[in-house]
């Protein structure tokens, strides 16, 4: 039975809505624009380090592997290792923009293709113009193909791990026993990432068969009829809810510049931006529109059961992800042709203790679901479906959510569809709480990779 009823505000003229949506368009706008110049600053360089470490730890753990094969069933075995690590030097190499990344890979060279290698690119790299420092890198890594590890001084192996991380350790180790420590270690921790690597590709193929499946279950039953629409739309509402979604974006834009002129770090005080919704409540009632209507407006309500909205929501998360990840694969596309990076500003922030994790999920499954769902798909999609179509509803509010993402526009095409599956949920099961689930699970998901392979 469907939960939603209609609003007893009174008609007014359209221009009312004029303000409202200038408002969002103006903060949608400084949030593109703050979002461009943290990218330019920040994020480019930090992806691009991210792509090249995990590439560096493929390419050593999968030269592990061979050789290991290799002792084992001789030279035939992986006889396609130098075409493939070709590939994995010229993905590391698309992903270079400092002369810190060509001193990292100039390190996976030396490890494959041997120490003439690595100081062919070692002497193109120190004509380019480079920092003191990492000409003291190059100096000490010349040092090392020469005399070995063991020739370099505390200080030059210290600043070694502390500049370049993995690809220091690498370079600590080169030419040493595998099957003894230190090398064993960084072998290991290279293999380990090379199957992780490897079971995130094969469960997100399962995902992908099984969201296939449910799809084609759901197309099925929608044609006979047995899933209908549970929301109602209010052709006769003002646009309280329109000036309610204004209201939270202009809070959330001022809570972000807050946080970040009082350089607050913990996760935690994000929490406080809970607060914008009892403002929000007010706002609407001050426009008539008392609690329970703005319950049942945004879908705060059980619908058909709160387990029974969870498992749609899930469940059509699940159905949903083919678009998810055709959106993905645009991406991808827009990637390899502009050259340009998505980013979040989650990845600066993915080290620390099961403290700081926990707070990471916190953030992404509960919070960010339930702020972003009451607002994008309660109060917005609420107010676009008095007068629009699903479709059309649906793309607005999609828009809107992607662009104001900080993950950049190559992003656009995934984040959209993602918001695009999230409508569809509020339409199907009028009740919020699917949409919230899908949201929670899409995050967790996100996350749960990104600490698998980037921390």
């Not at 001789?74 to 070709?86: K, M, V, Y």
Request: hydrophobic share 50%; with cysteine; charged share 20%.
């Amino acid at each position: 039975m469907d939960q939603t009823v209609h609003l007893r505000t009174k008609p007014e003229p359209r221009q009312a809505g004029v303000w409202p949506w200038l408002v969002i368009l103006c903060s949608v706008a400084f949030v593109v624009y703050s979002n461009l110049h943290r990218l330019e600053r920040v994020d480019k360089i930090q992806i691009n380090d991210i792509r090249i470490k995990v590439i560096g730890q493929e390419t050593i753990g999968l030269k592990s592997l061979q050789d290991f094969l290799q002792a084992r069933t001789g030279a035939a075995s992986l006889s396609r290792w130098n075409e493939t690590s070709d590939q994995f030097i010229r993905g590391m190499e698309s992903s270079a923009s400092t002369p810190e990344h060509s001193f990292r890979i100039a390190v996976i060279a030396g490890e494959i293709r041997g120490n003439d290698e690595a100081i062919a690119r070692l002497d193109t790299l120190s004509k380019s113009g480079i920092p003191s420092e990492l000409a003291d890198d190059i100096a000490a890594l010349r040092k090392i193909y020469a005399d070995g590890p063991e020739a370099l001084d505390s200080e030059a192996r210290e600043r070694l791990i502390r500049q370049h991380d993995f690809f220091g350790r690498v370079a600590l180790t080169h030419g040493l026993d595998p099957n003894r420590e230190p090398r064993k270690s960084v072998e290991q921790s290279a293999t380990r990432m090379l199957i992780l690597v490897g079971l995130v590709a094969v469960v997100l193929l399962l995902f992908m068969v099984l969201s296939i499946g449910l799809l084609v279950i759901g197309i099925v039953l929608l044609r006979k009829g047995k899933i209908q629409a549970a929301y109602v739309s209010n052709p006769s509402s003002s646009s309280a809810f329109l000036e309610v979604f204004a209201l939270y974006l202009t809070l959330f834009i001022v809570f972000g510049l807050m946080e970040r002129k009082l350089g607050v770090v913990n996760l935690n005080w994000n929490w406080l931006s809970l607060l914008i919704m009892p403002v929000t409540i007010l706002w609407a009632q001050r426009r008539g529109v008392d609690f329970q209507e703005f319950r049942r407006a945004v879908g705060w309500h059980c619908g058909r059961g709160w387990l029974r909205e969870i498992a749609a929501g899930i469940g059509g998360y699940a159905a949903g992800w083919v678009f998810v990840a055709l959106g993905l694969f645009i991406t991808a596309i827009l990637v390899k042709l502009t050259g340009a990076s998505p980013g979040h500003p989650f990845t600066q922030i993915l080290s620390g203790d099961g403290w700081h994790v926990l707070a990471l999920y916190g953030i992404a499954c509960v919070f960010a679901p339930v702020l972003e769902e009451t607002m994008f798909r309660g109060a917005l999609f609420h107010h676009m479906r008095r007068r629009r179509r699903w479709l059309i509803s649906a793309a607005v509010v999609a828009s809107v959510f992607a662009t104001i993402h900080p993950q950049g526009w190559v992003a656009l095409p995934p984040l959209g569809m993602i918001a695009m599956v999230l409508a569809a949920l509020r339409e199907w099961r009028g009740s919020i709480i699917a949409p919230m689930a899908a949201h929670a699970l899409n995050n967790f998901i996100a996350l749960t990779v990104a600490l698998l392979l980037l921390r």
